[in-house]
């Protein structure tokens, strides 16, 4: 065919949207452009035309067909293709016309633009067939100079854009048509608000999580303001149902801002949709869109926003929705929120001599583990009949949370004492018949001064607390007491604080560990103390929960490793025996610290003490929690060659399997058994007898702990346990005690 008309008028193209060729740092996404020509001369001429150009910022990739069926099968495996430019008369004279015809009508391909050329005048097409294939422009390739070639493709570039955002508009339409009347076709509430956050997350094409909440009615019972409660609610927010907005956090103050100034607010990675209600019915849907939304996503979701807005205004739903709001779906008893509500509207009345209660299932997770989560949901139905039955009118009942009850009442009917006779016969649970216990915690709403519903809740669980970590029965009320310990709490909290950040009145007392038969010392355990800002050492006991609560175990017990590590080291320089070990104890919150290992790793190389030297204590309790956490770590400590000790042991649920699994050194027999070895009627010799001989099936090493007299050393020495610690030999000491103590002793 003719030869390349492209290679004149290499001037001012600027115009044109194209530039020269820019930084090649930038990835813009090419324009794809299809040239289809037997003529190999015009592949290159076009390519070598509009080599390193660019139009809007994108360059442009070649894809090359030499036939027509090479065309069509390059435009059935690429969905991207802008532009085609085509030349008409190929291995035959209609073969062009040809494939034009397959791409618009049997393939459907709209949007892709199409550009005709050829090389022989007379060839063109009548208009009519260029409207009807929609095709973009017809030129001879004289015609087409490379400014006039990129003037075409240019346009042809920016309608095909314009032609697919029509159609993505089209096709989002389509969606939120078909999502709204998914929508509204669902009558349940809870239905609603699910399939309404579920369409929201389709459209914006985002899976984050997130929530509806809306407004509830006003009800004659539930007074007062009409704040947002969640009503719809996905993965991490999924516990959030039925709570108010305050509940939600961070997300949750979004959202709130989005009600309060009555627009859409964007937070980072996170829009807050302010859907408007007529009757005050007012809503809003937050979704994590993790990157900012594109502002077609945008709108489509404030139009779909308008669809959840006109299914809000159903009032029988908004009603609904306030029933959900107030009550939980299992028991359909009031939830938190009924409850709290309930508890305003009984202080509004002002009647006297009323109570609050929190009643608590002992060991529901672990039945609710054991017996599968149907059991335990139906367990809770029976228990929520039985409290039915211990109601006088106007009494409440509701469930709180997971396995917690709340009543309110008149202080005579809800004596505890009352409440806890109707766990005195078994729950039946299909053919299991199950004891069931239950602690409770009380508040006096006479004796509570000027609190609200939220305040007492609060209150009550502070009782209710008291009452399970207590063994002073199963109940305890409310005091003003526990309200100043909550306070001292947090003093003591801010004190450790200071403590461990800045290191100060922090010390590590050792309490040596011995060989029963020799005497000898294999070992000391570290035990951490700490001087309180009034110079007075605080038991352990009081301030190690206080630091797992808070986190600052880690740091704590970061230093506490560093430091034992470095005395061992200290000691031997000073004769102690090289072969000893160091007990310390972790807890499993250090478990969790992604840095726990490095930080064992770097004391060990710091001061060059073998990993066999250390040894950890983590109480059977822990080890029983989470077991993939716990035996993934103690896995990781046995390759580094630490050895591991399980602390109190005896005094949890440990399975022999599970006990197997764990890769261990030692148990610890809990010092409780060891008290109770001499007493004669103490279970303790028979449970240390177990530990022993379990240790010995299990090829470990047992330590008593706690050992005060002779006899029971004696004891224990007959039962077969090898080693011992206790008061016997010493009292945890300080580092230079114990030197001398060892020294004295040899
Ligand atoms: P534990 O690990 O069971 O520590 C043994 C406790 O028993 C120590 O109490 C020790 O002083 C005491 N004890 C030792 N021999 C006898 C005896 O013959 N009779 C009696 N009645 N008691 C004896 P301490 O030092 O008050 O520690 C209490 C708990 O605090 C420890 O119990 C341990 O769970 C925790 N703890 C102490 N230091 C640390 C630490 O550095 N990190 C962590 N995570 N916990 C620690
Ligand atoms: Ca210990
Ligand atoms: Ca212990």
Redesign the pocket.
């Known amino acids: 065919m003719s030869a390349s008309p492209l290679s004149d008028e290499l001037n001012i193209i600027d115009d044109l949207g194209c530039e020269p060729p820019a930084a090649p740092a930038e990835q813009a996404r090419p324009w794809r452009i299809l040239v289809v020509d037997d003529d190999p001369e015009v592949h290159n001429a076009t390519a070598f035309a509009l080599q390193d150009i660019r139009i809007d910022g994108r360059p442009l990739a070649f894809i090359h067909a030499h036939s027509a069926e090479e065309a069509l099968a390059a435009i059935v495996a690429d969905e991207d293709i802008a532009v085609a430019l085509l030349d008409v008369v190929m291995e035959r004279e209609s073969a062009g016309l040809d494939l034009v015809r397959k791409v618009r009508q049997d393939l459907g391909r709209s949007a892709m633009r199409i550009i005709l050329r050829t090389g022989q005048p007379g060839y063109a097409p009548e208009m009519r067939v260029i409207r009807e294939y929609d095709i973009n422009d017809y030129k001879t390739k004289s015609e087409l100079t490379r400014v006039r070639l990129l003037t075409t493709l240019t346009t042809a570039v920016r309608s095909y854009e314009q032609l697919c955002t029509i159609m993505n508009a089209r096709r989002s339409l389509a969606l939120i048509v078909d999502t709204a009347a998914d929508l509204l076709s669902r009558r349940d509430p809870g239905d609603f608000a699910a399939a309404a956050l579920a369409g929201a997350r389709k459209l914006a094409g985002v899976d984050g999580d997130g929530f509806l909440c809306a407004q509830r009615q006003r009800f004659a019972h539930y007074p007062g303001d009409t704040p947002l409660f969640v009503v719809g609610a996905n993965g991490r927010f999924a516990d959030r149902l039925g709570q108010p907005l305050r509940e939600c956090g961070a997300p949750g103050e979004l959202a709130a801002q989005a009600a309060a100034e009555r627009r859409s607010v964007d937070g980072s990675g996170e829009t807050a949709f302010f859907i408007a209600g007529e009757n005050g019915h007012d809503a809003v849907l937050y979704l994590e869109t993790k990157a900012p939304l594109t502002a077609e996503a945008r709108q489509i979701i404030e139009v779909f926003c308008v669809n959840i807005g006109v299914g809000l205004e159903n009032a029988g739903l908004i009603a609904d929705l306030s029933f959900s709001a107030y009550t939980d779906r299992l028991t359909r008893l009031a939830n938190r929120s009924g409850f709290v509500a309930r508890i305003d509207d009984h202080l509004r009345s002002g009647t006297s001599g009323w109570a609050v209660a929190l009643l608590d299932i002992d060991h529901f997770s672990e039945l609710n583990d054991a017996l599968g989560h149907h059991k335990g949901d139906q367990l809770l139905i029976s228990v929520a009949r039985r409290l039915c039955n211990a109601l006088t009118p106007g009494m409440v009942l509701a469930r709180v949370s997971g396995d917690v009850f709340g009543l309110l009442g008149p202080d005579e009917t809800l004596d505890p004492r009352l409440l806890l006779e109707h766990f005195k016969t078994p729950f039946l649970v299909d053919e299991y018949s199950l004891p069931i216990k239950a602690t409770l915690g009380l508040t006096r709403l006479d004796e509570a001064g000027d609190s609200d519903g939220i305040d007492l809740l609060k209150a009550t669980n502070i009782a209710l607390n008291r009452a399970k970590s207590g063994d002073r029965g199963r109940w305890h009320y409310y005091t003003e007491d526990m309200a100043r310990e909550t306070r001292g709490r947090l003093d003591r909290l801010h004190d450790l604080r200071v403590a461990v950040t800045q290191q100060r009145g922090l010390e590590?007392?050792y309490?040596p560990q011995i060989e029963l038969i020799s005497g000898r010392l294999i070992g000391a355990?570290?035990?951490?103390r700490w001087r309180g800002p009034d110079g007075e050492f605080i038991?352990?006991?009081l301030f190690?929960s206080l630091a797992e609560y808070s986190g600052l175990?880690v740091e704590?017990?970061a230093w506490?490793f560093k430091t034992a590590v470095a005395q061992l080291r200290d000691w031997e320089t000073k004769g102690l025996p090289k072969g000893m070990h160091m007990a310390?104890?972790?807890?499993l919150v250090?478990f969790r610290d992604p840095l726990f290992i490095d930080r064992l790793r770097q004391a060990l190389a710091e001061t060059g003490i073998a990993p066999q030297r250390i040894e950890l204590?983590i109480?059977e309790s822990v080890a029983m929690l989470e077991a993939d956490t716990v035996i993934g770590i103690l896995s990781e400590l046995k390759e580094i060659g630490i050895q591991i000790a399980i602390?109190?042991f005896g005094t949890g649920f440990s399975s022999l399997a599970y006990l197997h699994r764990l890769p261990i050194d030692r148990l610890k027999i809990d010092?409780a058994f060891v008290?109770d070895l001499d007493s004669r009627s103490g279970s303790g010799a028979s449970i240390a007898q177990t530990v022993i001989g379990l240790g010995r099936s299990l090829g470990l090493s047992v330590i008593a702990?706690?050992?005060?007299t002779e006899a029971q050393a004696k004891l224990l020495m007959d039962l077969g346990c090898p080693l011992a610690?206790?008061?016997?030999y010493s009292?945890?000491v300080a580092p230079d005690a114990f030197l001398a103590w060892v020294q004295a002793r040899s």
Do not use: C, K, Y
């Open positions: 590590l007392h309490q355990e570290a035990l951490i038991r352990p006991d190690i175990i704590l017990g506490v310390i104890n972790v807890s250090q204590e109480t602390d109190d010092r008290r702990e706690g050992v005060e610690q206790g008061f016997l009292r945890p």
